[in-house]
């Protein structure tokens, strides 16, 4: 049994500023990244997969980063989501460095402020969508009910159906409804739609969609579709490891006026 630590970023934890204009900037952003760097020693060779990142994300925020095969979008992600260590530079989530702490400060970081989605859905294959669910919530306390995450991304009527009796979409809404049970800040989507058609697709982002707009929860999505990039607050686009653009998204569409 892994012991209990109070946690670092409780002190700073404030639950409503979801209400706060998430197009202003005159809040405290609920990430920030300064001056990152992430190397990677291959033999003799140093590759830079990203450099001299900096960011702040405010909350509520609903922000696409797209970006060529390679050009760091997963490696960024996985450092703001506190999966991988920076070589360089900080990631604040509340003005709180996440990477300060021990691995055991940088879980709890995971468990109880961050959701994440993946390509491939990741169930467990001999579990229910509900019991797969149930596996979260028995990590953290607060969590909201796992009937009512399944409710908010249109598959309750699955809950009882193991992940190889459900469409790729279905798979993926329930892997949404794990991601946000225990009601994280922040959801980061690494090519949530990669493996789904047009249809099913706009179905996922639609549970995402609904999330970040009831929860409130702030949602960064990597794709490397464009037409996706026009549902979002912000378009963040990297090259070569770098931010080559980062901009406020003035002709948001709805979901049900993007295809691809
Ligand atoms: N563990 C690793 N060891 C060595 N190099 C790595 C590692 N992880 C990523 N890289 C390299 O870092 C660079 C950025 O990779 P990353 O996975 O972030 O790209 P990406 O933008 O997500 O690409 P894709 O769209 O194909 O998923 C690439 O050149 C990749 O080969
Ligand atoms: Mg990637």
């Not at 249109?154 to 469409?167: A, E, T």
Request: hydrophobic share 35%; charged share 30%.
């Amino acid at each position: 049994m892994a012991k209990t630590k109070k946690s670092t970023y409780h002190k700073n934890f404030k639950t409503s500023d979801s209400k706060l204009n998430k197009d202003t900037t005159d809040q405290n952003p609920i990430l920030e990244v300064r001056d990152l760097k992430k190397l990677y020693q291959m033999g003799q060779m140093t590759l830079v997969a990203l450099d001299s990142i900096q960011l702040k994300i405010y909350s509520g925020q609903f922000i696409v980063i797209l970006g060529a095969s390679g050009s760091g979008k997963s490696t960024l992600l996985n450092l703001i989501g506190g999966l991988d260590k920076p070589s360089e530079g900080l990631v604040l989530f509340r003005g709180n460095d996440i990477h300060k702490g021990d691995d055991e400060d940088l879980t709890r970081f995971r468990r109880e402020h961050v959701g994440f989605v993946f390509q491939f859905y990741n169930l467990i294959p001999s579990l229910t969508a509900l019991e797969n669910i149930q596996l979260v919530t028995d990590l953290k306390s607060d969590s909201m009910n796992e009937s009512e995450a399944l409710d908010i991304v249109g598959v309750l009527d699955r809950k009882d159906h193991f992940p190889s009796q459900l469409s790729g979409g279905q798979q993926q809404r329930v892997a949404i409804a794990r991601a946000i049970v225990k009601k994280p800040e922040i959801i980061l989507c690494d090519e949530p739609t990669g493996a789904l058609d047009f249809k099913t697709g706009r179905l996922v982002l639609e549970a995402l969609s609904n999330v970040n707009k009831d929860l409130g929860t702030t949602t960064i999505i990597i794709t490397h579709n464009e037409s996706i990039s026009e549902i979002a607050d912000r378009i963040i686009r990297i090259k070569d490891g770098r931010i080559f653009s980062d901009d406020r998204n003035t002709k948001k569409k709805q979901i049900d006026e993007i295809s691809w």
